[in-house]
């Protein structure tokens, strides 16, 4: 079984930093892109960033320049580098990997169960 699991949410001021991990385990042959996402309260679930397995990256224009996605393919790692967080930034955010589990299954998307970030003003 797949899972994902994330760490590093929590309570900071604006204009703090985070920085969120998403660590997949189980029986994986190959990951893809990785990606975050953010859901605040009362909204659809929204793309953050995301990176592909050759390493390019892509940002929401909302959080271009201030958060850095980046990855540790020998960890099955992703993690997600937010700096000058505004409290509008706040969400629970979800980590997703596209991957599959043997070399002859489909490429599939997991996601990880959340973790919550808080921007006080």
């Known amino acids: 079984q797949v899972q994902l699991v994330e760490s590093g949410g929590g309570l900071v001021q604006a204009g703090g930093s985070l920085r969120l991990s998403c660590t997949v385990s189980g029986r994986i042959f190959s990951i893809n892109a990785m990606a975050w996402y953010g859901q605040a309260p009362g909204k659809q679930r929204e793309y953050v960033a995301g990176?592909?397995?050759?390493?390019?990256?892509n940002y929401a224009g909302s959080v271009k320049g201030r958060f850095t996605i980046s990855r540790a393919d020998a960890r099955n790692t992703v993690y997600l580098e937010m700096n000058s967080l505004k409290p509008e930034d706040t969400a629970v955010y979800y980590c997703?990997?596209?991957?599959?589990?043997?070399?002859?299954?489909?490429?599939?998307?997991?996601w990880g169960q959340g973790t919550q970030v808080t921007v006080s003003s």
């Open positions: 990176i592909t397995s050759g390493g390019d990256t």
């Open positions: 997703s990997a596209d991957l599959r589990r043997s070399s002859s299954s489909p490429v599939a998307r997991y």
